[in-house]
């Protein structure tokens, strides 16, 4: 709207000025080297105006003369330009649909087009990538790594191109180069987490963590804070107990349902007499978690207590969680302690019909205790051997016997208190767990009588060729086959590239049962 007024103004202005000079008319004489001009002062504006457009004219005419060359050849490099736009486009298009030929002959006409060209790079990169050649393609992520506008794409290229071929060393040098150029980079601060968390960096980590706060939501933020001070907490409880109990506290205050940092939080406020606050923060893990170790460290939260006590405690701990298996097992636990074998009895009489492994060994324990039944001891260890496995600590395909903070490929808060899967695909790495005599004597035992004698003629013949492997719950160790190895950490899953067992082409008849097959691969 004031533009429209402003330029009402103006012609106004102009038509007011026109309107005065033609009232007003008057004469203009110019002389000149003997030249005598006279004529009308409208005239004279006339010409004056009519001069000065064709002096514009003129002048722009001969702009475009000079400013040909320059834009014939900004026209020529737009019409490159589009074409390398379509040629990369389709280039892309079919890497992404996996066509190498089209590939190949897309990314040869970009190089001949426009080499230098970011996308041109990537695509060069990619189509390398899909034809297997590993030379070329690190070699364009080392090319676009060296220039400013792809120097984060050339690292993550170069990164994955390390993880690829097991390179850990360069992997984690191009991280923390991507990861110190561009901060925000998610893929560069999760990968450099990882390699600390693989290494024990937990200072580091938390360090980077810190760094990283701003692209987390709050739990996430939270969580993996406290899994962390929980682990440097662990690292560092023999050595230096008060920073221990401090990081410890407060990663139970940032993730009250992380059973580890309860765990040792209460463990340690126990020790120093602070039994109120530590009955506090294992009641809170307890009621979100229930799991056995939260259960030990309850009931020995006053040092010499009788068991009679401790039975009293666990008592009012499983109630808390009513129906729940954990407390079942840690009230029968607590009570065979007391000699309370009757309530012991009661309590596990609901799972008996489909023991776990835990289950028939407390099973076997009690039987011993109550009646000095050798014969009804043995039926259970032996049934442990092929029972349902109970939950144990399990990450990326494999379990352990205690809690890790993270998994054996640095994956941070990767193992989770579940039932692991019942096939075993092979042998793994070992993560060596922290033994806990709970119940040691009745294990080692079933060992050496599952070695000696037969299974009892309750048990199905299939039971003997049963290939279940061996999953043992906190702080116990269950009776083992006398062919299994005892590792601490069991693989759960092929690896994606592992072939496997050598398959049979059809048509071709099979010299062994399935089931031998497999048993051979454990021998």
């Known amino acids: 709207m004031i533009r429209v007024a402003l330029y009402l103004i103006l012609v106004g202005l102009i038509a007011y000025g026109v309107t005065l000079l033609a009232d007003r008319p008057g004469d203009v004489v110019i002389v000149w080297q003997g030249w005598r001009i006279e004529t009308s002062l409208m005239v004279l504006a006339a010409v004056i105006v009519a001069a000065m457009a064709v002096l514009a004219l003129a002048w722009n005419l001969l702009g475009a003369l000079l400013r ?3 834009m014939l050849r900004t026209l020529l490099h737009k019409r490159r330009g589009v074409r390398a736009y379509e040629a990369i486009s389709r280039g892309l298009i079919a890497v992404g649909a996996g066509d190498l030929i089209a590939a190949r002959k897309h990314t040869a006409e970009v190089k001949r087009i426009a080499p230098a060209e970011p996308l041109a790079l990537l695509l060069s990169a990619q189509s390398a990538q899909l034809a297997g050649d590993r030379e070329a393609a690190d070699h364009a992520f080392r090319t676009m790594a060296s220039r400013a506008d792809t120097k984060a794409l050339g690292l993550h290229g170069l990164f994955i191109e390390a993880r690829r071929r097991d390179d850990h060393v360069s992997a984690r040098a191009f991280a923390e180069e991507a990861a110190r150029v561009s901060p925000a980079l998610g893929w560069a601060g999760k990968a450099v987490l990882e390699f600390r968390c693989a290494i024990g960096d937990w200072s580091g980590a938390l360090a980077l963590l810190e760094d990283h706060k701003g692209t987390l939501d709050k739990e996430s933020y939270r969580r993996q804070r406290a899994v962390m001070l929980t682990a440097r907490a662990l690292a560092i409880e023999e050595n230096d107990r008060d920073n221990a109990k401090a990081f410890a506290l407060e990663a ?8 580890p940092a309860a765990a040792l939080a209460g463990r340690m406020l126990a020790e120093g007499g602070e039994l109120r606050k530590a009955t506090r923060i294992l009641n809170k893990a307890w009621q979100a978690n229930p799991h056995p170790e939260l259960a030990s460290v309850f009931s020995d939260l006053r040092f010499g207590d009788a068991a009679r006590d401790r039975l009293k ?7 808390k969680v009513p129906g729940h298996i954990e407390g079942a097992l840690a009230l029968a636990r607590a009570a065979i302690d007391a000699q309370e074998f009757a309530k012991a009895r009661a309590v596990l009489a609901s799972y008996l ?7 028939a060994l407390l099973m076997a324990e009690l039987e011993r205790a109550e009646r000095n039944d050798e014969g009804r001891a043995r039926e259970w260890i032996a ?3 092929n029972a349902a496995p109970d939950p144990t600590w399990t990450a990326d395909g494999h379990v352990s016997h205690r809690w890790l ?3 054996p490929s640095g994956r941070l808060d990767a193992y989770e208190w579940r039932i692991p899967l019942t096939g075993v695909a092979g042998p793994g790495p070992v993560i060596e767990p922290e033994t806990t005599a709970v119940a040691e004597p009745i294990a080692d035992e079933a060992e050496a009588r599952a070695e000696s004698a037969p299974p009892p003629q309750s048990q199905p013949e299939a039971s003997s060729t049963a290939l279940d492997p061996v999953i043992l719950g906190p702080g116990r160790r269950g009776a083992r086959p006398a062919a299994a190895k005892p590792d601490a950490a ?8 592992d072939p496997g067992p050598e398959s049979v082409e059809e ?3 099979r010299t062994e049962p399935q089931t031998a097959a497999w048993r051979k691969m454990f021998e």
């Not at 205050?253 to 059973?259: E, N, R």
């Not at 019909?353 to 289950?359: G, L, M, Q």
């Not at 069991?490 to 590239?497: Q, S, T, V």
């Open 313 to 319: 405690r666990i008592e009012a701990l499983a109630k």
């Open 353 to 359: 019909a489909v023991p776990t492994k835990r289950i």
């Open 68 to 70: 040909s060359p320059f």
């Open 490 to 497: 069991i693989p759960l899953i092929r690896a994606p590239d």
């Open 252 to 259: 139970a205050k940032l993730a009250p349902s992380l059973v």
């Open 383 to 385: 049934r442990a051997l």
């Open 405 to 407: 903070p993270a998994s």
């Open 507 to 509: 048509g071709e008849p």
